[in-house]
DNA sequence: ACCCCTCGAGTTCT
DNA sequence: CTCGAGGGGT
């Protein structure tokens, strides 16, 4: 990468004679100017100084912070790792995650919604249940935090649990307030809702932008976007962006007891709400607020894809809780799919890494609901004998949910001639063991996945697992995604997960070079070998999770690393789980969520030596801390409880819920290791047991008396 | 022996 | 996001 004119500093003062004065002007100097080095390098590819007249700055800031630590600024150099000087945004942690929420498509989908929450809640099947009912926008969702009324932070949504600082950028969006005014304007507030470009600004920036020959946005979702992420906040500020506020995070104190309330609220503080929200009561006046909005969507003036519904009463809400990441109180009923045809030009199979070879159609790229779509998974080698489809088809894709591509289905009219039925291979086209379809052993029936034999063998399934391992919710290292880790792979460097942890030293010593590869400089490998240090400390949880054993995912992981506590005494049970006559495969099948299937595959993979020796590895390098307890103070914090029996007072899963959030194991069967046994009425064979071996047994009642509840 | 719900695995594009 | 399969209850 070329540098030219070279911009060293004026000479200054060597560091030990620096005034603390002097130092917060240069440290506050040296941000700036470092921030501005980073921006021409990574982002604009157009760097105006050397590679050691930018170390130089780096080690200037070093020193000076050496000297006075204390005067080590938020934005310093130092701290930024990675992506974030990558981009030029800081991450900000959402306080209350960021969720997503269940998609509805059919009337029937909202009917079973309803009915669900009439089941959850123990309403009888006609029950009143309020619900709002509201546009949802399609922009980007912002997290505005106020503190004292006043506006403090704004954040992206990001991966839901970190998202970017754009808090410069919202302060220059004028439907946004600074200051929120009312009595009851409580003293925290994290406002959520989402910004959006109106139709008719966004006509109008587009004109704009190509009479100034610059660049043309697909969509006003685009538009929203690319406004809003600029590094410039004066562009932001030129750019019309609305807003709408529609729901909260963090809020010990919310001004009311429903969602309709909470928004009223908003709106009174100078928030700005959807005027189109309401309250419905049933599934028949949701689909009648849907079939209404649908009709009007065209005149509405922003875009929408869709329309959510929300639980209105803020306690039921509460008692609903949460699946894996979307409330079960809300739910997003979209418009239907727009459709697309095109050329099906071949069908490639990829390898995942359990192996699956999944093929995927190359399609000529075509215009579907704004985005240009050439890739669609046809899933497996049923589906495309089911739909027939071949290469060289015309077919037709949706975007399902408008986010994944989709083949409905082959206009066989247009067929070529010369085309004949797709083979599907019977070998890995990545390493060319036999690719089988694994038969059940029960039924005798196949599995509808052909894998790839090769296991470890096989160089797709290797770098499939590491690319796993490096994933968001595993190791999540900044700097090392996809692509880097096949590069390291093909390049020798990192042949499996422990090989990422001795990179630095091996590099070091002149075993590997990065810096040699193409678009690795000094700067970049120093800041992986950051990101790479920081997680070697890592919550045990997505350690297990990153070893990609199969059937285990993130829930699974998190239910094993609650129960075995450290990743030491997880390996060593899992290897003496092995005997299948044992306490330790016992031990491993009593935990609720784990049956025969899982319980197996986790023994198999600590059966293979090559695995236990990754393990071994790993932990030599890294140290995976136990899950922070839930609620240490409570009374049922560590003991491991069953439910059994028809329970009146809570649900099923609301007691589960209920339990875990206050540190309780739940589990699915009696053992000499359960503390306690809550039976509801008609308990059977567990309470019979729970006698047998003299554990704790008490009423529905009485537990809820015990948690105080 | 079924049935329902939840979880895992694989995929797309910006 | 969707599909398939595992887990657990009836």
């Not at 050397?50 to 701290?79: G, K, Q, T």
């Not at 890995?428 to 038969?439: Q, T």
């Not at 692509?483 to 030293?505: C, H, M, N, R, W």
């Not at 120093?526 to 829930?555: M, S």
Request: with cysteine; net charge neutral; proline share 4%.
């Amino acid at each position: 990468m070329a540098r030219s004119s070279s911009e060293v500093p004026a000479a200054r003062l060597p560091v030990e004679k620096l005034e603390r004065a002097q130092a917060l002007e240069e440290l506050a100097r040296l941000a700036g100017e470092i921030a501005h080095h980073d921006t021409l390098y990574y982002q604009n590819d157009a760097p105006e100084i050397s590679d050691a007249d930018y170390d130089a700055l780096r080690r200037r800031n070093d020193a000076i912070e050496a000297r006075f630590p204390d005067l080590v600024r938020d934005d310093s150099p130092s701290r930024r790792v990675g992506a974030a000087a990558a981009d030029g945004f800081g991450k900000i942690r959402h306080r209350v995650a960021m969720l997503s929420l269940a998609n509805a498509f059919a009337d029937e989908d909202v009917a079973e919604f309803v009915q669900r929450i009439r089941r959850f809640l123990g309403l009888e099947a006609g029950a009143s249940v309020e619900m709002t009912a509201e546009p949802k926008i399609d922009g980007l969702s912002i997290s505005l935090r106020y503190e004292k009324g006043k506006l403090i932070e704004a954040a992206t949504r990001g991966d839901g649990t970190e998202g970017e600082n754009v808090t410069a950028n919202v302060r220059t969006i004028s439907s946004i307030p600074q200051r929120l005014v009312g009595a009851d304007v409580p003293a925290v507030i994290d406002v959520r809702g989402e910004i959006y470009m109106s139709h008719a600004d966004f006509a109008k920036l587009n004109a704009a932008q190509e009479a100034a020959g610059g660049k043309v946005f697909a969509n006003p979702r685009n538009a929203a976007a690319g406004s809003l992420r600029q590094l410039d906040s004066r562009i932001t500020a030129s750019r019309p962006l609305g807003f709408f506020a529609y729901g909260w995070g963090e809020a010990p104190k919310l001004p009311a007891e429903t969602q309709s309330g909470v928004v009223a609220a908003f709106a009174r503080w100078g928030l700005p709400t959807n005027s189109e929200m309401k309250v419905c009561d049933g599934a028949e006046a949701l689909l009648a607020y849907y079939r209404a909005i649908g009709a009007r969507r065209a005149t509405l003036g922003y875009d929408i894809d869709g329309v959510v519904y929300k639980l209105n009463r803020l306690d039921l809400q509460q008692r609903m809780g949460f699946v894996s990441r979307a409330p079960r109180w809300a739910i997003a009923h979209k418009f239907p799919a727009e459709k697309a045809m095109t050329v099906l030009r071949d069908i490639e199979i990829q390898v995942g890494r359990t192996g699956a070879l999944t093929p995927v159609a190359k399609l000529a790229p075509v215009t579907v609901g704004g985005v240009v779509v050439s890739n669609a998974t046809l899933h497996n080698e049923d589906e495309i004998r089911r739909k027939d489809v071949r290469p060289g088809d015309t077919v037709v894709v949706q975007r399902a949910g408008d986010v994944i591509p989709q083949i409905v289905g082959v206009v066989v009219e247009k067929r070529p001639l010369d085309s004949a039925p797709y083979q599907f291979p019977h070998v890995c086209p990545a390493c060319g063991s036999h690719a089988v379809r694994e038969l059940d052993e029960k039924s005798g029936e196949a599995d509808v996945v052909r894998r790839c034999t090769g296991g470890l063998i096989c160089p797709a399934q290797r770098v499939e697992r590491l690319k796993h391992f490096v994933s968001r919710n595993a190791f999540d290292i900044e700097g090392l995604g996809e692509k880097s880790v096949q590069v390291f792979y093909e390049g020798g460097f990192i042949q499996s997960p422990p090989d990422i942890f001795t990179l630095e030293a091996r590099d070091r010593a002149g075993e590997v070079a990065i810096a040699n590869l193409e678009g690795w400089g000094e700067q970049s490998v120093r800041k992986l070998f950051a990101a790479i240090d920081q997680r070697r400390r890592v919550a045990l949880d997505r350690f297990i999770f990153a070893l990609g054993i199969r059937h285990v995912g993130e829930t699974t992981a998190r239910v094993l690393a609650r129960a075995y506590g450290d990743a030491g005494e997880f390996r060593r049970a899992m290897i003496a789980a092995s005997d299948r006559d044992g306490e330790a495969w016992q031990e491993l099948n009593n935990i609720d969520g784990i049956g025969k299937v899982v319980a197996s595959a986790i023994v198999e993979f600590f059966a293979e030596p090559a695995n236990v020796d990754v393990v071994d590895k790993l932990l030599a390098e890294v140290s995976p801390e136990p899950l922070e307890a839930i609620a240490a103070t409570s009374p049922v914090s560590g003991k491991t409880v069953v439910f059994t029996g028809s329970l009146v007072r809570l649900t099923r899963s609301e007691a589960k819920a209920q339990a875990e959030r206050l540190g309780a194991k739940v589990s699915g069967s009696v053992s000499k290791k359960t503390d306690i046994v809550i039976a509801g009425a008609d308990a059977g064979s567990k309470l019979k047991k729970a006698a047998e071996l003299g554990v704790t047994v008490m009423s529905e009642d009485e537990w809820i008396a015990l948690i105080g509840d």
